[in-house]
């Protein structure tokens, strides 16, 4: 046999023993191809000429690289370090170091652009379907369909060659610093020395669980007022986030086999098969692993908590934008409303209108804030609101000194919260008008340009309206102060008339606004934040469950013997395979439990500005249990291979 | 009668390629017996410890042991019948690196649901037979090679078995350790009248057993009993037999 034939042989066996690190291989390059394919297509100029999407797509390919890249090193140490007695071997028979490199490098070249080919066509059938999902949840009308782009297909092998190129530094690196000796021992080297828990574990567990679980009741009470100031409240943020991920990391390092070391305690060595498997094993295999699946458990949160908050944004880009424009089209100045009017009635559109005089004033909204708010960059001594008269809204008729506040954004209004009721005094420049603050109404009644960002808008008794108008501030008027909405009777001609609205060319002017474009903007807006954030999160969830795979195949690996011993002692396959069960739903189950505990705490804190859903963030969830099951499986299964041969 | 073996054979490979390694051996053992089995290495020793544990199955021939046959039987059944009846020691001790001492030594009574009470009696026990009750709570790679081989011995009689299967126990020990073992290993023998299997090469070993089968090219090609003797002398008469064995001619 020679050398060419030795390779050939070596690569044959190798796909059977790796099918898996040969599926992400394709797995990899086919995400990234189908991206990449995606973002050199011209049909995509729609999407990222409308919404800019172009940057937030390129920022993503990056970070597809980052992901990908990373799981590709990780999956290649555990090969190589699986091969050493192979590579021994070879230097045994007195192959050279170089050889040897030369042998792995071919072998991995042959892998590797073989899968790169494989996933490059899967990647582009796939493409098509993931632009479709694009077009849907971005509401852009375009038609999907894909040409084969030759510039895709050189950046994904530029790509994939230079990550070939370190993995192969990295293999050289292995091999040359590797004595034969070594190289025979490696697999044993490596396992931790089991030694018995000491105080300052114990120490470290205890400290891992206080500091996720202060983290989680810090996060609960973030919006419940308790911290006043802007740096207070940013303090206690970077609180959360620091005590949950060191907790987190402890917790791996020390708290869980403090826990399973009082179970055992209490045992007092009598333990059952499950006990043997799951107990005594991830006890210290947890240990090691601990930097690992800190980065899986808090990425994954992450990616779930990102994933459900947008998905809240996309589902109420509808309400947003109602209470951002309060009629379907908004126009400044009168000329402009008729131009409209007129081409409504023209073409049979039936509509409503209404006008609405704003003011803007300053307002002392001090004493009927909830909190004293320091470190803002305002004053809410002299907080400027929009101010309309009663007679514009319907159904609200207050006295002379009555004042009542409507529209407050949900996101404000948690921050900062208002009493029921209260004195408010309006600035004029001849005197001051104290008011009796009555409370609030969420009726929209001005577009958002004169909120600044949802700030509320106060409603006051005419009277006082035309008191405010002789003595209004003139430097704090905006270029108009009367607002024209127009309703469409119909909703079904929302759309024709939106044509209209920008056939007359009305949309260039700044204070039209059409509320249907705002609707379409926010949903091509949350659409591609949450489709971006689903390809990353996706992808990242499969890399990490794989992850999570090869380390339990090396786990059952270096268990073998165990189980030879098992075996022997009595205890059938059957046994083993439970308690293997066990065990696996310990190893999958602790950071599976930990990522959905982190990702509902910051969704939690999330809804304070996005609103409560749980929709979203359930099916997320379910979506992330249900591959991790899967992952979880497959190395049950790996293992009743391991423990059939075991004897 | 414990064991016995009759007429076993094993052979490994296809029908074009085969290699015999046991052929036709039959053996049998009585009960608190401690019986050694000698050979060359590739004489089939092994192989032969394997068959009759039930760790391997023969090509033919029958193995009863307390009366059950052993070879028709099924893995599940098989798995039964190793956690009541058998005990093993082997020359890597076979220990889990991740369970204590104790926690070793429990894990037959485990296997086969003894209650608790009963479990801490007879580990109390045999751990105080074995002089190993103060290692308890190590793990294996915090004690020597001749304390983690009587951790293996402690959990091959902790659940009083029928017999007792030990392949090459002082194999990887010093000669001090060695001779620990297998003292201890010959007053267990006594004491609790268990029955001893054991293999291995070292003829010294050997000599703390009643009677040493060896075994030439799978087949028995001598049986050695001590008799009245003291281990001395039986200890010359296996040198003698192994050096006939390893075919050195006596030349007159």
Known sequence: M??????????????????????????????????????????????????????????????LIVIVSIFLFYANTIFIKRRSKEIGLFQLIGMTKERIFWIIGLENFLLYFGSIFIGTFVGFSFSKLIILVLFKVTGVKGIAKLHFSEQALVQTIIVFAVIYAFIMLMNYIFIKRQTILNLFRVTSSTEERVKKISVFEIIIGIIGITGIVSGYYVSSKLFEGDFQSMTELFGAMAFILGSVILGTYLFYKGSVSFLFNLVRKSKNGYLNINEVLSLSSIMFKMKSNSLLLTIITTVSALAIGLLSLSYISYSSAEKQAEEGIPANFSFGTSKEADLFTDQLTKNGIAYKET????IMADINIGKILEAELSGLNFDPNMTTLAVVSENNVKGVDLEEDETLFTNYADALEKFMALKDSGEVIIETTDQPIPLHYVGLNDVPVVPYLYTSGGMPTAIVDEKVYEQLNNNKNDELQLAQSTYFGIDIKKNSEVEKANDIFHDLKLDEKDFNLSRYDMIVSNKANMGLTMFIVGFLGLTFLITSGCILYFKQMDEGEEEKHNYTILRKLGYTKGDLLKGIQGKQLFSFGIPLVIGLVHSYFAVQSGWFFFGTDWTPMLIVMVVYTVLYSIFGLLSVLYYKKVINSAL | MILEANQIQKSYGNKFNKQEVLRGVSLSIQKGEFVSIMGASGSGKTTLLNVLSSIDKVSNGTIKIEGSDITGMREKQLAQFRKNKLGFIFQDYNLLDTLTVKENILLPLSITKTPRKEAENRFTKIANDLGIYELKDKYPNEISGGQKQRTSAARAFIHEPSIIFADEPTGALDSKSASDLLNKLSSLNETLAATILMVTHDPLAASYCSRVVFIKDGQIYTQLNKGEQDRQHFFQDIMKTQGILSGVQYEH
Request: aromatic share 16%.
């Open chain 1, 355 to 358: 006008t609405v005089n704003i």
């Open chain 1, 2 to 63: 020679n050398i060419n034939q030795l390779i050939f042989r070596n690569l044959v066996k190798n796909i059977k023993h790796y099918y898996l690190y040969v599926f992400a291989l394709v797995f990899s390059v086919c995400l990234y191809f189908a991206f990449v394919t995606l973002q050199y297509d011209p049909s995509m100029d729609s999407v990222e000429g409308t919404i800019k999407g172009g940057a937030a797509i390129r920022v993503t390919s990056i970070l």
